[in-house]
């Protein structure tokens, strides 16, 4: 099991940042991949970013050159610098790890953080 905490959501105004953290705990030791998802009202949840232990990112093409992901392997812990905020990027956005479980993997989440951009 892993808990995900995230903080660092909020309101900002158009062309603002903001930075989110998350914390693992449990078996951390197992994690393959870390990163963060978004979820607008009205929409499907998507990929934002992810990261793998190795550090390898991939990033949804609407946030490329604007956000950044990084990761700490020590403290357990993956973070994303939202720059260049748009009013279109206000969504909850949720922590994410994966663990493989043979050739797939098992996918925890957080509970969520608010992220609110004004235009």
């Known amino acids: 099991q892993v808990q995900l905490v995230e903080s660092g959501g909020g309101l900002v105004q158009a062309g603002g940042s903001l930075r989110l953290s998350c914390a693992a705990s449990?078996?951390?030791?197992?994690?393959?991949?870390m990163g963060w998802y978004r979820q607008a009202p009205g929409k499907q949840r998507e990929l934002v970013a992810i990261i793998t232990s190795p550090g390898t990112t991939n990033y949804a093409e609407s946030v490329k050159g604007r956000f950044t992901i990084s990761r700490d392997n020590a403290k357990n812990a993956v973070y994303l610098q939202l720059n260049s905020l748009k009013p279109e990027d206000t969504a909850v956005y949720y922590c994410?790890?994966?663990?493989?479980?043979?050739?797939?993997?098992?996918?925890?989440w957080g509970q969520g953080t608010q992220v609110t951009v004004s235009s």
């Open positions: 994410t790890a994966r663990i493989p479980t043979g050739s797939y993997y098992r996918q925890y």
């Open positions: 449990g078996s951390t030791f197992s994690i393959s991949a």
